[in-house]
């Protein structure tokens, strides 16, 4: 059923000049293929590729609860402008996700980054974390998220049940990964078609409120910088809750290798996508504050909800709806594109084999995807997912900020590598520096749960010693990861 896509050897860099010592010819090498080759197909378009960025990007947050900005600075305008600002940054963060995908034509994202610039060690500390916390931690919650809205309608007098929404949340999970094993190119039609219904529940609260502008219903912008003083440590932490809010930008570099003419449409798809996202969370914030006090925002469940009880009547039982087709999208997205992180780390020797093996029929990575399928309902079904998520939030923008700095270091290690798409020296320089703040800030603010977070993360070390560099491993320690 399965063929292997590529000999697994640990990366010394060498494909950084097209080489390929010791594998396959990749997709972008300029190397004929041997005939017979299995390999992912280059079917993400441009389209598909925004639909990617969108549609993982914007999940429930925008819609249920868009307050820890407006707690952490106090007054309506500076919560617009953080938005704003926040939007700016992560587009910084994107453009130097965009350098990299057009000069390292490889598929793994942060991993593959962080494998040439840094060496195995960190990339595969950043995979382990990925792998058995990370992802089925995040994609457990925003399940949740899926499974609570898509019972909303139905439970309108009452509370859910808790049980009811675990398992269409499991049965939602399931679905996703049957879809991402099945096809590359339906799941990234259904993505398409999940993004446009974000965009329009995104609009069906921007036009209400661009029309409450047009009545003069500004009341709440009076004043719009006063109100509690932002304090010294409030305002990091409102831009720590709208990087996280745009977190997301960065996946489609972790199907490089499948998009249609990458030193085009990566750097396209970006750009798009960030503007589109950015312009649609300051509008529809701005929607909120047409209709709904601060006061009342930061009492509010769900805002988008009342936000549409209060001047769509009956209409506001289609959000609920949208909700959960946005955290479908979000779940979809996250797990077509960090199924490639596990595909290329197998590939370079770091997981097991077997999660570098591509589906003979089907071109789908479907060991590297179904893998997360019982670590997210481990999650699902046991632990505080959200405490998890806590310890280990100071991670991700701890290897973001690491990849955006190995940028800055490969114009000085590899100056004369062909870059299709560069920027600016200042913006990597700014936006490093903005991630490894922020990694700062959440060990001094809250230094018990950033540090069992960061404990977590160096569990990595000693398994990467004794899962990759111990040669003389048990016969049936080596059978067992499939060596």
């Not at 309506?76 to 130097?96: E, K, N, P, Q, R």
């Not at 001094?444 to 990467?464: E, H, K």
């Amino acid at each position: 059923m399965f063929r292997k896509a590529a000999v697994t050897t640990v990366s010394n860099g060498s494909y950084l000049q097209g080489q390929a010592n010791g594998r396959l010819p990749s997709m972008d090498s300029g190397q004929p293929a041997r005939e017979g080759k299995v390999v992912l197909k280059k079917k993400v378009t441009l389209l598909r590729g925004i639909s990617i960025i969108i549609g993982t990007i914007i999940g429930a947050g925008i819609f249920i609860s868009p307050k820890g900005i407006l707690k952490n600075t106090g007054s309506v305008g500076m919560s617009l402008t953080v938005w704003t600002a926040c939007g700016i940054l992560s587009l910084f963060g994107a453009l130097c996700y965009a350098e990299l995908g057009t000069c390292i034509k490889k598929s793994g994202g942060h991993y593959t980054y962080i494998l040439e610039a840094f060496g195995p060690l960190p990339a595969f500390v950043r995979v382990w974390v990925e792998l058995l916390i990370i992802r089925p931690a995040a994609t457990a919650v925003i399940s949740l998220a899926f499974g609570r809205y898509i019972l909303e309608p139905f439970f309108m007098q009452c509370e859910i049940p808790e049980l009811a929404v675990k398992l269409i949340t499991a049965v939602g999970i399931t679905l996703v990964m049957v879809l991402n094993s099945t096809s590359v190119s339906w799941s990234a039609r259904i993505q398409i078609f999940l993004t446009f219904c974000k965009l329009v529940a995104i609009l069906i609260i921007i036009v209400p409120g661009v029309i409450q502008l047009i009545k003069g219903e500004t009341q709440h912008f009076k004043n719009a910088f006063a109100g509690n003083d932002a304090s010294v440590m409030g305002l990091p932490l409102a831009f720590y809750s709208g990087m996280y809010a745009y977190s997301g930008w960065f996946y489609l570099n972790f199907v490089t290798e499948e998009v249609e003419n990458p030193e085009k449409n990566i750097p396209l798809a970006i750009c798009i996508s960030m503007i589109i996202v950015t312009v649609g969370y300051v509008l529809t914030n701005v929607a909120y504050f047409t209709t709904i006090s601060a006061g009342e925002l930061l009492l509010s469940k769900a805002v988008a909800v009342t936000f549409a009880e209060r001047l769509m009547g009956n209409f506001s039982l289609a959000v609920p709806v949208f909700v959960a087709l946005s955290c479908f999208g979000s779940m979809n997205g996250g797990i077509f594109a960090v199924s490639r992180m596990f595909f290329v780390a197998s590939r370079e020797g770091h997981l097991p084999e077997i999660l570098s093996m591509i589906h003979v029929r089907k071109h789908t990575p479907l060991p590297a995807v179904i893998v997360l399928h019982p670590l997210t309902m481990i999650m699902l079904f046991s632990g505080d997912l959200y405490s998890l998520l806590n310890f280990l939030s100071f991670a991700r923008w701890l290897f973001i900020g690491l990849v955006v700095a190995g940028l800055i270091y490969l114009r000085y290690k590899h100056p004369d590598m062909p870059r299709p798409f560069k920027v600016p020296l200042f913006i990597p320089a700014l936006f490093s520096f903005t991630c490894l703040f922020m990694v700062a800030l959440s060990l001094y603010s809250d230094p018990v749960n950033t540090g069992i977070g960061f404990a977590i993360t160096l569990t990595g070390v000693p398994a990467y010693y004794l899962f990759i560099v111990w040669d003389k491993k048990p016969k049936w320690f080596r059978k067992l990861l499939g060596k």
